[in-house]
């Protein structure tokens, strides 16, 4: 039996890695706009770290890189005080959103895929 259906589209590595990156953005946003009155903020970019990991593993290095970036200037603009600037007053804050950074870095050059979604050969 012969099964008729649509073909699959293969997307390409840059689009795989622009997807990551809006995933990293998008979910950057939502935990600031979430704990953004919440005590423990402080947590929140640490915590980010695994949405890295599943980024970086699914669609690559480059977006689990620019994702950690963008995620750590979505976090210093809308979750820490000065809100509205990227500078960050609280030294913790600062900590924490540069562990972010270096982390994501670290991750995404050890668990992410070469191009979006194909493994390293080894």
């Known amino acids: 039996m012969i099964v008729i259906g649509k073909p699959h589209r293969v997307l390409t590595a840059k689009v795989v890695s622009a997807i990551g990156v809006l995933i990293c953005g998008w979910t950057a946003a939502l935990l600031s706009f979430i704990f953004h009155d919440l005590s423990s903020k402080g947590v929140v970019p640490i915590a980010f770290l695994f949405i890295v990991v599943l980024v ?8 689990g890189v620019l994702g950690s970036a ?9 979750l820490y005080a000065p809100l509205g600037s990227p500078q960050i007053a609280s030294a913790t804050a ?6 972010l950074l270096l982390g994501g870095l670290a991750i995404s050059y050890l668990l992410g895929s070469s191009s979006g979604g194909h493994q390293r050969p080894n």
């Open 70 to 78: 963008v995620a750590a200037l979505i976090f210093a603009t809308f």
């Open 56 to 63: 970086s593993i699914r669609c690559g290095i480059l977006s």
């Open 94 to 99: 600062r900590s924490n959103v540069a562990w």
